[in-house]
């Protein structure tokens, strides 16, 4: 179980599975509800240090460590002998040392359909997805909705490695119209099994669409935002810091290390790479005024139960 996989909930889950179970069967559909394999809670417990809180240029970067739980719960339903569906829902809170106004509740749900050709070891497993969430800030501005759908495809090569990939649509919706983003994400990770117990994992993710940075608010970066600022941004208590939305594209790399214990636990340590690069420039703006690199070292104990 590595830290990418826990994205399901307690909350959530008992709301989708024991709320649902309840009315379902109140309307009569128990034989329906038979059919629902529950997969059990899972938790997870991390700490992260992050180079670039405010995804800004280098000489303005604001560097954070971040505290964060994360609960689910879901259940999968079998459809037919090459397809199901499963629903998971999650909650979890994160804290930040310094920028307390990043610190955030959030709570949601996701929906997938995976369909398999056949029962083969080398065949590929398709699935389509949504999910959604509510997300509370410290930080009133950013308080809001973020939204994903998709599709993905996994795929073993050997029985110690295994390709994935996904597309991906993302919205969020917040409070201020400066947090109301669209992005595309292309998505591919390979993992590979030393052993029983560990397991190595590489991901590579291209961004392009809307992106959001917390800076000074120079003249080209006012030129390049697309008229779409707010200031000064709430979470930092500056100020000077201004919040801007523009078009850019966005590479992010994932290394990771996963080892497993028995009972379900196991250890993640990650680091994240990511590097912005402005789409439009006009005017005074320049890439280098908004262009960024921001390094996430991740440590998180997880556990499935």
Known sequence: MRRGEIIRSVAGGLALLTGASAS???AGYSEFLEAVEFRGFRAEASYTTDSNVNRAPAGDAL??????????????????ARTRAAVQGFAGIQKFGTYTGLSNNFIGAQGDFFFRSSGEFAAATYGAFARTAKEEYESTLRDGYRHAFGLTVQKPVTDRIQLSG???????????????????????NADWSLGRWDTVYLGADYRRGDA?????????RAD????VTVGPDDAYNNPALFAYRFKASIWITTLGYNHAFSGGH????????????P?????????SESSYTANQ?????????
């Open 24 to 26: 379902a069967r109140a």
């Open 63 to 80: 560097r954070d460590r971040i505290l964060g739980v994360r609960v689910s719960a879901g259940g999968v339903i079998p459809l037919s």
């Open 166 to 188: 996904a597309l991906t649509r993302n919205i969020s919706d917040g409070k201020s119209t400066v947090f109301d983003a669209r992005n595309t994400s292309l998505r591919g």
């Open 212 to 220: 959001v940075s917390t800076a000074p608010l120079t003249p080209g």
């Open 224 to 227: 390049i935002a697309d008229a």
């Open 266 to 277: 196991s250890l993640d340590f990650s680091w994240r790479w990511a590097h912005l690069t």
């Open 279 to 287: 789409l439009e420039l006009r005017g005074l703006a320049t890439a």
């Open 297 to 305: 070292f991740s440590a998180a104990y997880l556990a499935r139960f």
